[in-house]
Nanobody, 127 residues
Framework: QLQLVESGGGLVQPGGSLRLSCAAS????????IGWFRQAPGKEREGVSC????????NYADSVKGRFTISRDHAKNTVYLQMNSLKPEDTAVYYC????????????????????WGQGTQVTVSS
């Protein structure tokens, strides 16, 4: 059974940083594109960043470009989201999700494409 577990969320002041982790158990992430999504109260889930299965391609929402960096460590079977210069509007529950895809597939961050989801981790940016 595919299982994804997010960690690293918390409370941070504006301008601060957090690193989220998405760890897999029961399967290897090597063959999966991974997406980070977020959902704020009263808003729809939105794609934040995605990475191809091989790690060679990444995609970012305009709102996070230049501030967030997605990466993956195949040896640790984990995908990371480094979030810098955080803003209050980044406050949301962050989810990671997996989609089995060839390494040549450009990662499109559409939630409906991803079939396996974690439970989410809360990120709160507030002074």
């Amino acid at each position: 059974q595919l299982q994804l577990v997010e960690s690293g969320g918390g409370l941070v002041q504006p301008g601060g940083s957090l690193r989220l982790s998405c760890a897999a158990s029961g399967f290897t992430l090597h063959y999966y594109a991974i997406g980070w999504f977020r959902q704020a109260p009263g808003k729809e889930r939105e794609g934040v960043s995605c990475i191809s299965s091989g790690g060679g391609s990444t995609n970012y929402a305009d709102s996070v470009k230049g501030r967030f960096t997605i990466s993956r460590d195949h040896a640790k079977n984990t995908v990371y989201l480094q979030m810098n210069s955080l803003k209050p509007e980044d406050t949301a529950v962050y989810y990671c999700a997996a989609l089995k895809a060839d390494s040549s597939w450009f990662p499109v961050c559409l939630a409906g494409l991803f079939g396996s989801w974690g439970q989410g981790t809360q990120v709160t940016v507030s002074s």
